[in-house]
């Protein structure tokens, strides 16, 4: 027993830096917060155990019209961003571009926060959530991109855990070994859920090749978003002043960001474009339901403003070098973010499957409103993602951002 602990010792003392990186004070705002993100996961557990015990029928909005939620919309975000946290980590630490350095070790591991606060999301909506990683083993089927998904995120899970753990015990090669891998893996997984929906033809607004492309595109803004918006956080939280490498890597970051900003940009208008022109079936409805619809204000706002216009602006205003205004944008992006996955979940279920059959007792489109515990549970998936992200600035010492 003594000797598992001694090795156990030696390797949290292997991961945990004693000295280096930036000094860290628990001042009562941190503990704070740290109590508070805290409060709210446990708050959101519980919210989620009894939608299990009560049954979702009772508990949730979603429908056997609309059965997709809230809660997958999080769980898309939580997943998306991690995959972005990943390709942006790996632009300086797998593929040498020396700007990306300071940022990659954060990085990192808010890639697997991330995708463990999304791992927590989904596990409430699945109901049953303790048959999903038994149900993955005994009851494989190659066939099932939802198969493929649970199988690749573990696996890429996996790879991230151990690419952190090497890159903290300084051995790097060994580490950007399992960053090529997670890499490759997050890619394909992310494809992978891009396909989950562009493969259902019987959902127009979804179907098409260009879903694949979309969410990869998207990943990448969202992981550049997300990474000026925690290392912003952790600094100003202590009080830390951002060294020349750490300005310039942000900077580059923000760059980055921008151009997916404006290639998101791009597919958008086209997919807005195609889905008006001849009125497609199935795919019409669901524009109009955006452009001009129930969805119009989270589009017009949400998406294109909080997502598309403003960040792109203010980094090119500034040309990525003010920190301050860097961080303004990420907070739009972070939160226009949000809902693009709502709309992209909800928005394509709304057209019924009897559209175009001239039945007129029906509704044009179905309706979705998340109840309480949606929003409670969705709530605790981002408390759960800031416990982990506050956690690992204090162990890990500011990621050794200085010596990186």
Excluded at 5 to 28: C, H, K, R, Y
Excluded at 270 to 278: C, L, S
Aim: hydrophobic share 55%; charged share 10%.
């Amino acid at each position: 027993m003594e000797r598992k602990v001694g090795v156990m010792n030696n390797f949290l003392t292997g991961i945990l830096p004693q000295e280096g990186g930036l000094d860290f004070t628990a001042s009562w705002k941190y503990t704070t917060a740290v109590m508070l993100c805290g409060l709210l996961t446990l708050v959101g557990v519980a919210f989620g155990v009894h939608s299990i015990i009560a049954g979702h029928e009772h508990t949730f909005g979603v429908t056997r019209d609309v059965p997709w939620g809230v809660l997958i919309a999080a769980y898309v975000f939580f997943v998306v961003t991690s995959t972005g946290l990943c390709i942006v980590s790996s632009v300086g630490h797998v593929f040498g571009f020396k700007d990306f350095n300071p940022i990659a070790k954060r990085a990192v591991f808010l890639s697997i926060a991330t995708i463990v606060a999304g791992f927590l999301v989904i596990a409430f909506e699945i109901e049953n959530s303790w048959r999903m990683p038994v149900g993955n083993v005994i009851g494989a089927n190659p066939t099932s991109n939802i198969w493929w998904m649970g199988t690749l995120y573990g696996a890429y899970l996996f790879f991230m855990m151990i690419e952190f753990v090497m890159l903290q015990k300084e051995q790097h090669r060994t580490a950007t070994m399992f960053g090529l891998a997670g890499l490759l893996t997050g890619v394909v997984a992310h494809s992978n859920l891009g396909a989950v929906f562009g493969l259902l033809n019987a959902r127009e607004f979804w179907h098409g090749p260009y879903m694949p492309i979309y969410f990869i595109t998207s990943a990448a803004m969202s992981g550049c978003v997300a990474i000026i918006f925690f290392t912003y956080l952790a600094y100003r939280a202590n009080g830390w002043e951002f060294s020349d490498d750490m300005k310039k890597s942000l900077s580059a970051v923000a760059k980055m960001g921008a151009l997916m900003m404006a290639i998101i940009l791009f597919f958008t208008s086209w997919k807005m474009i195609a889905g008006v022109t001849g009125n497609p079936p199935g795919k019409y409805e669901a524009i109009q339901a955006i452009l001009s619809g129930p969805y119009a204000v989270n589009f017009w706002i949400g998406e294109v403003a909080l997502v598309m216009i403003i960040p792109f602006v203010l980094i090119l205003a500034v040309r990525g070098n003010n920190m301050r205004v860097l961080f303004i944008a990420s907070v739009a992006g972070m939160i226009g973010i949000f809902f693009m996955r709502y709309d992209l979940v909800i928005v394509g279920q709304l057209v019924p499957h009897y559209h175009g059959m001239g039945m007129v007792d029906y509704p044009s489109l179905f309706t979705y409103s998340p109840t309480f515990h949606e929003w409670v549970i969705t709530l605790g998936g981002f408390a759960f993602c800031g416990f982990l992200f506050l956690a690992g600035e204090r162990l890990f010492r500011g990621h050794l951002t200085v010596d990186h």
